[in-house]
């Protein structure tokens, strides 16, 4: 399950300037034992991805360094190492508010294609697509790989990575290198010019509102002016929309998110699919590509559109406590305790912690009488996570349905989710969110690694020069397929 803070993207934690705090050994200690003991006794995976003597090297490590003190950034860096190591995408970390950064922010709008950082959008005189070779003197592969800590995905994936690194490239880049009021560019434009150009930093006010007009949007493609109208309604709506392409006999759905009311959800995927079934619509193409997430009721009451047949979704349930730990420093849980884990779990205890053997949620997994008959695509990438990733592996269970993009940002075999607990330590103020539950997922195909994202049927990655045009490969792909068929 997703909540409001896993879905805040662009505007997450904008503060004014201001210094770090200094904490000393003993309230950094503390904040670490804290830390450790909610991760020991209530993260389900824990030891997914490293061991456990591994893990606690890395405590060691970090609690040898802050014998001298450290400031609450320095704090939250390490910590970062953890759970950067534990590879968990819903276990979130977030800095206390003294690295501020409201009017300090860099300029730039950012894309990464292969690794590599081009500009998004032709302000200061950069034309789009210009690749970024350096800034103040800090070569790009380095910078993103110091950046790389601060995105939590699921297992090895690093496609939902690139996606956040490019959304809150600023915010990033002051974390690990501090504020910045000035910055030197090295670029090379698309005819192969290099050049450097200092800029200022501007407000985050002011980069956000271009980040609204990304090439990468694509409104040239859709024949849109590119602007915070279209943005509105293609990227940051969050209910689901359809739109037609009538001379292919075509609809595209886009389902930005899984959040909200799940009623309301439902009842606006009915009266819509009820409308391409009148239009007698021949292709559906599902648009989860920005969808990080929501309720899981409404990705299976999605999925029940467009299946033919009932489907699973989960193999089991598992938790290592009935409780929250550490409760004196938990600031919010969504989910009433008892009911959640007490009562759902007490009565199916393992050697290791308590294990529900099926998926509640099950008799729900049936075709629904509005379901759409004709051929369905679906598009996906790295922002395609949690409840949206769980969609997109039904997907994949299904040889009748075509996946197009990259790899989705959560995982394949399974994710922690469903219970997420808020908490604030006591002397760094860093705050961080736990889910309690590991999900284990249905799947049909065995032989994808363990780590990865849920595969596309065909992989369609963005190239320079469909920034530089702002054409949507995906969805280009697959209007060109159907345009021959």
């Not at 996606?163 to 990033?172: N, T, W």
């Not at 010019?193 to 985050?204: C, D, G, Q, R």
């Amino acid at each position: 399950m997703n909540y409001k803070l896993f879905i805040v993207v662009f505007c997450i934690f904008t503060y004014s300037l201001s210094a770090q705090k200094d904490i000393d050994s003993v309230g950094l200690i503390e904040d670490l034992k804290i830390f450790k003991n909610i991760l020991q006794q209530g993260h389900p995976s824990l030891y997914e991805y490293i061991s456990k003597d591994s893990l606690d090297y890395l405590f060691d490590n970090i609690e040898a360094s802050s014998r001298d003190g450290l400031t609450d950034i320095e704090l939250y860096k390490n910590m970062l190492k953890i759970t950067d190591a534990i590879k968990d995408g819903h276990l979130l970390l977030f800095a206390p508010n003294t690295i501020k950064t409201d009017q300090y922010y860099f300029p730039l709008i950012l894309k990464i294609i292969n690794t590599e950082f081009y500009t998004d959008t032709d302000d200061f005189g950069i034309p789009i697509g210009s690749k970024i070779n350096s800034i103040n003197g800090e070569r790009m592969p380095r910078v993103l790989e110091k950046l790389k800590k601060y995105s939590p995905t699921d297992g090895y994936n690093l496609t939902r990575k690139y996606r956040d690194i490019e959304l809150k490239f600023g915010l990033f880049f002051a974390y690990e290198y501090g504020i910045v009021k000035q910055y030197t560019i090295e670029y090379i434009e698309p005819d192969g010019l290099e050049k450097t150009i200092s800029l200022p930093a501007e407000s985050f006010v002011k980069v956000k509102l271009r980040n609204t007009k990304r090439s990468s949007y694509f409104s040239k493609y859709h024949y849109q002016k590119n602007n915070p109208n279209f943005f509105d309604k293609y990227i940051s709506n969050r209910e689901p929309f359809v739109y037609y392409k009538e001379e292919l006999n075509a609809a595209v759905l886009v389902i930005n998110s899984f959040a909200g009311d799940i009623r309301i959800f439902k009842s606006n995927l009915t009266k819509i699919f009820k409308e391409i079934n009148k239009k007698k619509i021949a292709h559906l193409i599902i648009d989860v590509r920005n969808n990080d997430g929501g309720f899981r009721s409404n990705a299976v009451n999605l999925y029940s559109f467009i299946t033919k047949k009932a489907f699973k979704q989960t193999v089991n349930e598992f938790v290592i406590s009935l409780s929250v730990l550490e409760r004196k420093y938990k600031t919010q849980t969504f989910l009433s305790e008892k009911e959640f884990l007490k009562d759902k779990f007490k009565n199916h205890a393992v050697f290791d912690g308590w294990r529900l053997p099926f998926d509640d949620q099950e008799p729900l997994m049936v075709p629904d009488q509005n379901r759409y008959n004709g051929s369905v695509y679906i598009l996906a990438g790295g922002t395609t996570f949690s409840a949206g990733a769980t969609f997109v592996l039904n997907a994949k269970n299904d040889p009748d349905i075509t996946i197009i993009g990259e790899d989705t940002g959560g995982g394949y075999y399974f994710h922690t989710g469903e219970f997420p607990v808020y908490y604030e330590f006591p002397n760094s103020k860093t705050q961080m969110v736990m889910s309690m539950v590991k999900v284990t997922h249905y799947v049909k195909e065995k032989s994808i690694p363990k780590g990865s994202g849920i595969p596309p049927d065909k992989h369609i990655v963005l190239s320079q020069k469909d920034l530089i045009e702002g054409k949507d490969p995906q969805l280009d792909y697959v209007l060109r397929l159907i345009s021959r068929k």
